[in-house]
């Protein structure tokens, strides 16, 4: 059953509700969260470089879990990250990066 960023946002919410994750942006703490989305990137990174790519703490399981967390940061200030996503696509249609002044290798 496909499920839309909504509906995944509007499920973690509950979900947060009932574990007491905090469901306003007075409930939380809004740098810890964002530690907390880093720290989550941080074990995909780790689980990658380690090979582990499926199953329990693996490189899939993590960034669902950094996922989560935005969602769940993104219910509580009420945003619309599909939209804000879109967007972002849109912007990067036009943008140009100058590939010579940044320390990134690029395909």
Same mark, same amino acid.
Request: one cysteine or more; proline letters at 1%.
């Given at each position: 059953?496909?499920?839309?960023? +909504?509906?995944?946002?509007?499920?973690?919410?509950?979900?947060?509700?009932? %574990?007491?994750?905090?469901?306003?942006?007075?409930?939380?703490?809004?740098?810890?969260?964002?530690?907390?989305?880093?720290?989550? =990137?941080?074990?995909?990174?780790?689980?990658? @470089?380690? +090979?582990?790519?499926?199953?329990?703490?693996?490189?899939?399981?993590?960034?669902?879990?950094?996922v989560q967390r935005i969602f769940h940061l993104c219910g509580?200030? %009420? =945003?619309?990250?599909? %939209?804000?996503?879109?967007? %972002?696509?849109?912007?990067?249609?036009? @943008?140009?990066?100058?590939?010579?002044?940044?320390?990134?290798?690029?395909?």
């Amino acid at each position: 059953m496909h499920k839309s960023i +909504k509906d995944l946002t509007g499920h973690i919410m509950t979900q947060a509700k009932s %574990k007491g994750f905090g469901t306003t942006p007075k409930d939380i703490n809004v740098a810890e969260k964002i530690a907390l989305i880093h720290s989550e =990137i941080s074990e995909a990174f780790e689980a990658y @470089r380690h +090979k582990n790519i499926d199953g329990k703490d693996g490189f899939k399981e993590e960034l669902g879990d950094a996922v989560q967390r935005i969602f769940h940061l993104c219910g509580i200030f %009420k =945003i619309d990250i599909e %939209k804000e996503v879109l967007k %972002k696509i849109e912007d990067n249609k036009k @943008r140009q990066w100058k590939w010579d002044d940044i320390n990134e290798t690029h395909a």
